[in-house]
């Protein structure tokens, strides 16, 4: 008799008392599986020096990539230098930022950070991560980008929104199922991802949460980690479980 093939939601590994062997077999495949899809993957923050690429990960912080390049090539050409940046006048510097929102506070981690570049580094952005995260406004997830990306340095895991919700539906975090903390979900993904994907994974993942696993609506159906993913479908069945069930029509009596 022929065997039937079984469904992508049939084939959704369960990952209840995964070995760490087996997660990190699963990881591997993963990894495979999006450096094939987006062989190109890289930052999205439009940037030519560290110095650049590190204003711009504080300003894309609670905003879109998109809106950040939109303000950079003004502020970039205003700014050119990390004295620059420390001896900016305030609100002109938060004239130039406002679209990006938080600019108050983003104004004053950019200047505190310039300053500090100046003062104790010689004006250039150092390649290492507790120097980096000497500057204000700088916490590792701005340390990994600038690490990764201008120094080609595999510190860490860089972990933003889209990062953290694939790392809990693909379950590479294990600490932390239902916690948002960042720290706690790149040890996770520290621990499972080979060191010299880090940085890749991290474009890569970015890539995979816009264009096919969003937030409200992933697109399982088109996804190509479905058989490696644990929540595939899942979202399909809570949609459904949320629907209300249409109420008979009481006849008047
Ligand atoms: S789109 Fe679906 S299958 Fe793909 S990673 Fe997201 S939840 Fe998993």
Redesign the pocket.
């Known amino acids: 008799m022929p065997t039937k093939t079984p469904s ?1 939601k049939q084939r ?1 590994p369960k990952t209840g008392r995964e070995s760490s062997t087996a997660r990190r077999a699963r990881a591997a495949e993963i990894v495979r599986r999006l450096r094939r899809e987006y062989p190109d993957a890289d930052c999205a923050l439009t940037h030519k020096s560290p110095l650049q690429l590190l204003v711009s990960t504080i300003l894309s912080a609670q905003c879109t990539d998109d809106r950040v390049n939109k303000v950079t090539p003004a502020l970039f050409k205003r700014y050119r230098t990390a004295a620059a940046y420390a001896k900016a006048d305030t609100a002109e510097l938060q004239g130039l930022i406002q679209s990006t929102g938080f600019f108050r506070n983003k104004a004053k981690s950019i200047m505190g950070a310039g300053r500090v570049l100046t003062e104790r580094f010689g004006g250039k952005v150092p390649d290492t991560m507790d120097e980096l995260l000497e500057l204000p406004g700088v916490a590792r997830k701005t340390a990994n980008v600038v690490l990764g990306t201008a120094f080609g340095k595999n510190e860490g895991v860089v972990v933003d929104t889209h990062i953290g919700r ?1 790392a809990q ?2 379950r590479l975090t294990w600490r932390s199922r239902d916690d948002k903390d960042a720290v706690k979900i790149e040890r996770d993904l520290m621990e499972v991802l080979p060191r010299e994907e880090w940085t890749m994974m991290g474009h890569a993942l970015i890539w ?2 816009r264009r ?3 937030a409200r609506k ?3 159906d ?5 058989d ?8 399909d069945s809570q949609v459904n479980a949320g629907k209300k069930t249409p109420q008979k029509k009481r006849r008047p009596r």
């Open positions: 992508p959704r694939l539906r693909l995979h949460g096919v696993c969003s992933p697109n399982c088109g996804c190509t980690l479905a490696l993913c644990p929540s595939a479908f899942a979202m």
